[in-house]
């Protein structure tokens, strides 16, 4: 992916969080706000797909280490 194409994919995964969070907060259902905003559900659904699936992304890429302290006494096992 390009650097134009990877700032893209960013700033509408950043747009469409700040429209879930305020969904989110007005306490409405889905549907409801929605309408009340003039968003298709369908668009609504599928971008919520698309955020999760970037975020579950991200977490994959990062390996967990645990972390030990250089003074730690060394187990064998």
């Not at 950043?14 to 905003?37: F, H, M, P, Y």
């Not at 369908?42 to 955020?51: E, G, H, N, W």
């Amino acid at each position: 992916m390009n650097e134009i194409s990877r700032v893209k994919k960013e700033v509408k995964l950043t747009q469409w969080a700040e429209i879930v969070r305020s969904r989110n907060e007005s306490g409405l259902t889905v549907t409801d706000w929605c309408k009340q905003n003039g968003i298709n559900i369908k668009t609504y659904y599928y971008r919520l797909k698309r955020m999760r699936q970037a975020v579950c992304s991200e977490i994959e890429q990062h390996d967990i280490v645990p972390a030990i302290p250089a003074d730690a006494p060394q187990s064998d096992k």
